[in-house]
């Protein structure tokens, strides 16, 4: 497939998804304008944004719950970022909705009193308190610094509470659940996200049996970084990722990008860095313990575009996306130029330098080292990634204008070199970006 087939069948499958979501966003409160009277503005305009809101909930809950064909598409970063820009936009609509109801009639602000108020005005302000602490933790969540394990069972909670206290809310008002029209659309977003729901957190866990693995070897690559060696092998295309819980039907589980080839006949590998709790139990592993895997996932893969040549750009841990498409690339004996610049903090924390040594000799591969904080002796490259040491990689490929980019790393780093690639010219279909910010 070439580039331009590629991206016209990438064009319509996207297309295909943006459909979908605008019918489930938009569609209750256009079936509402249709078919109910028309009352005052500010009535309808309340009954409105609230079937939007509704609506948009539905949609933030049911992105994230890892539908292989929308991540495969659109590629995680797009999904979670579709998911914090709808759970911003829920926000607004219920702070419009909150403003019309009081418009349309000023005694209901009576309604904002908690302990006096109805049921059902009860169940909406406990959703809308909880929604706006879900955004605040979103938003605020680098600056708190929790640990993963921390933020993702708050952010479970505040969730339950947001969709629980809106359908509360919506059956106990009783204004559309009987009507003949909207009662059956409110019972299918209703269905929606159980049926999603129900997927995600039972049906993968118990009706897939094929995610069980058995742990085959745990090898420590350094003291904060574990490679853990599971059988039988995942099929997969390199770079992308999978979840991985430590009971069939645990619900902590943490996404790692898997590490190895995928022409490996036997093994799946993660490479995993962590201090959690989660990090130490993986290394606390021993060989014949069994493990649960629910993948693969993502778009962040060489597979999905044809190209004259990678460049690929890590930091830290982001190695393993890379470390899987050049034991994939030299397991197929691929001739394309491909360039590694990976970023650490000190010459420690550079991981797989053996092998990537080996790998030179299968593949047409530069590596270029980049330390943050370098010692007396270190003679490689330092600081930034910056456009003249990208230029400096690229000098001994012919095909620099028809490489791909691959971009994996803290947002700091993907930044920058986002900046530096777009000064070069480089166009943004030839750059592809994976970050580890997955919530």
């Known amino acids: 497939m070439d580039r331009t087939t590629e991206r016209e069948s990438r064009d319509g499958a996207r297309g295909a998804w943006a459909a979908v979501l605008l019918v489930v966003l938009a569609g ?19 009954s409105v944004t609230g079937l939007v809101a509704l609506s948009a909930l539905v949609c933030t809950a049911c992105l994230p719950s ?10 995680i970063e797009t999904v979670v970022g579709l998911h914090r820009q709808l759970g911003i936009l829920c ?44 955004v605040v933790l979103a938003l605020e969540r680098r600056r708190i610094r929790a640990r993963y394990e921390v933020w993702r069972w708050m952010h479970l909670f505040l969730a339950v509470l947001v969709l629980g206290g809106s359908a509360l809310h919506v059956l106990w008002l009783k204004q559309m659940v009987t009507d003949a029209v909207m009662a059956p659309i409110l019972a299918g977003l209703g269905l929606l996200v159980v049926a999603v729901f129900v997927m995600r957190w039972w049906g993968r866990s118990v009706l897939e049996r094929g995610g069980e693995f058995v742990v085959a070897q745990v090898r420590a690559e350094n003291p904060t970084v574990t490679t853990v060696v599971l059988s039988p092998q995942l099929r997969f295309s390199p770079g992308q990722f999978a979840w991985m819980r430590l ?8 996404p790692f990008t898997i590490a190895s080839s995928a022409h490996d006949p036997q093994h799946t590998e993660f490479t995993i ?64 130029p491909h360039r590694l610049v990976y970023v650490a903090r000190d010459a420690a924390d550079l991981l797989f330098r053996q092998e990537l040594a080996q790998l030179r000799h299968y593949l047409d591969l530069e590596v270029t080292e980049v330390l943050r904080r370098p010692s007396a002796t270190w003679t490689g490259a330092t600081g930034e990634i910056d456009v003249a040491l990208l230029n400096t990689v690229l000098t001994t490929v012919d095909a620099a204008p028809r490489l ?22 480089v166009p943004d279909d030839r750059i592809h970006t994976e970050q580890f910010d997955m919530a």
């Open 28 to 46: 209750p409160a256009v079936a509402y304008l249709l078919t109910s009277p028309t009352t005052g503005l500010w009535k309808q305009l309340s």
């Open 66 to 75: 890892r539908l292989r064909g929308l991540t495969r598409t659109f590629g």
């Open 91 to 134: 926000a607004v609509l219920i702070a419009l909705h909150l403003a019309a109801v009081v418009a349309a009639n000023p005694a209901q602000v009576a309604l904002l009193l908690v302990p006096s108020a109805p049921a059902r005005a009860q169940a909406a302000v406990g959703a809308t308190v909880a929604l706006a602490l879900l």
């Open 247 to 254: 009971q069939r039907s645990a619900v902590e589980e943490h």
């Open 273 to 336: 860095r962590g201090n959690g709790d989660f990090a130490a139990s993986v290394r606390e592993l021993r060989p014949g313990d069994s493990v649960w895997v629910d993948g693969p996932y993502g778009s962040f893969t060489s597979d999905a575009v044809p190209t004259q040549g990678l460049v690929l750009i890590a930091a830290g841990v982001g190695i393993t996306p890379m470390m899987s498409m050049l034991r994939t690339a030299a397991d197929r004996g691929d001739q394309r």
């Open 404 to 425: 791909d980019y691959f971009l994996c790393g803290p947002p700091s780093m993907v930044d920058d070199v986002l900046a530096a690639l777009t000064s070069m010219g």
